[in-house]
């Protein structure tokens, strides 16, 4: 019999009379596995989720001002322009106002845009959660952000703040700020439409107005804040972003990456120090538990490795064995682990983990399954070494006469 099979044959008729070992390898191995591959699967489903959510509100790209521009000037025909491209799907402009919230002499800051009464980008007509749309495009109405309301009914307790109340909104206009002698707040009181939930956390703690009823406030004329825009599906962000800074718009084309309001980049980086801690211990712990299953399992056969090793059975079958038992068990945490992660993924697709800025749950990359799967056989052979070496280096005698 060559060494390579009767290598095999030592190692499966080791698996064969260790059922018990093998099951404490598939709940154990099969765990760490699962954790290898889910905590970085988590962190590709939160960057997935945030960016997705975001992009469902405010779209792909916005048009900004500069640092010496007050306002986009003329935006019909900046939107106009910006519609005429062949892969922008919708692009709205908005005004943008700091403004204070006033109710039963209870005070609440916020930002609120003036959106067109007919938009779609946003999606404020179909996320209604409490009460109604505006009723008009000049209506003397606002509409609450879940988060706002929320921040209102904390100070004022949790049956106020409800669809039909009336509270008075200061509006901070720009045009009169550092301007001796001039008040730069508009005062208007409103009526509460209704309170909208856009699952996402910056968004939700504005206020919306209709642009209309807005302009009629402050005097904004064609003068935008901000255009939102969306691109159809498929479309390149970056190459989009080029070719719009290409157009020579007045103001800035930038992506929510490139703003990052949100802390995007800080809350992602969070996710993955939490993933790569988990990562590092999972890869420690497969490391220990190989290596102890392997040790304890040369020392229960270190007779008879003696007595094999004392008839001229190679060190090199035993090595090998060493190997083949390490990759079995690290198959069977694969296999195990893959299962149990597949479950948890299908489980979470259907019942997300709701989150302020969207659903979240596992996206399962290739790669990552790839790299887990190496990774893991890497760790199975580094663990074989020490207990191989150390059974093989001991003198015969003392082997077979255990001590």
């Not at 099969?30 to 905590?39: C, E, K, R, S």
């Not at 699967?41 to 500069?66: A, D, N, P, W």
Request: net charge neutral; hydrophobic share 45%.
């Amino acid at each position: 019999m060559s060494p390579f099979r009767l290598a095999l044959f030592l190692t499966a008729r080791d698996l064969i009379f260790r059922k018990r070992m093998v099951f404490f390898v598939l709940f154990a191995l099969g765990f760490l596995y699962t954790n290898l591959i889910f905590a970085r699967c988590m962190v590709l489903g939160f960057e997935r989720s945030i960016s997705h959510q975001i992009i469902k509100v405010t779209g792909h790209l916005y048009l900004e001002t500069e640092h010496d521009q007050d306002y986009l000037r003329r935006f019909p025909q900046i939107v106009e322009s910006v519609h005429a491209v062949p892969w922008v799907e919708e692009a709205i402009a908005i005004y943008s106002s700091p403004a204070i919230l006033e109710l039963e002499q209870e005070k609440h800051v916020t930002t609120v845009w003036g959106v067109p009464y007919d938009e779609t980008l946003m999606g404020l007509r179909s996320r209604i959660k409490r009460g109604a749309y505006f009723s008009a495009p000049d209506a003397n109405q606002i509409i609450l952000g879940r988060i706002a309301a929320k921040n209102l009914r904390d100070m004022l307790g949790k049956d106020s703040v409800n669809p039909g109340d009336f509270l008075e909104v200061y509006f901070v206009n720009k045009k009169k700020v550092d301007r001796p002698g001039m008040q730069p707040l508009e005062s208007k009181y409103m009526q509460i439409a209704g309170e909208v939930d856009l699952r996402d956390y910056v968004a939700n703690q504005y206020c919306f107005v209709p642009r209309d009823r807005m302009d009629a406030i402050l005097h904004r004329g064609d003068n935008a804040d901000e255009i939102f825009i969306r691109l159809k599906e498929g479309t390149d962000e970056k190459e989009a972003q080029w070719h719009l800074q290409q157009m020579r718009l007045p103001g800035l084309v930038r992506t929510w990456w490139d703003r990052d309001d949100y802390g995007v980049d800080d809350m992602v980086r969070g996710f993955d120090i939490i993933g790569t801690i988990i990562f590092g211990v999972s890869v420690v712990s497969s490391a220990v538990i190989l290596g102890f299953i392997l040790y304890s399992s040369g020392m229960s056969k270190r007779r008879q490795i003696g007595m094999l090793r004392a008839i001229g059975v190679p060190d090199r079958v035993f090595w090998t064995g060493f190997i083949l038992q390490a990759l079995s068990y690290a198959a069977i945490g694969i296999v195990t682990g893959s299962g149990i992660y597949l479950g948890l993924e299908g489980y979470l697709q259907n019942h997300p983990i709701i989150m302020p800025f969207g659903d979240l749950y596992p996206i399962a990359r290739q790669q990552v399954f790839v790299g887990s799967m190496v990774l893991f056989v890497i760790i199975a052979i580094v663990s074989a070494f020490y207990p191989a070496w150390k059974i093989c280096r001991e003198p015969i005698a003392r082997v077979i006469g255990g001590t």
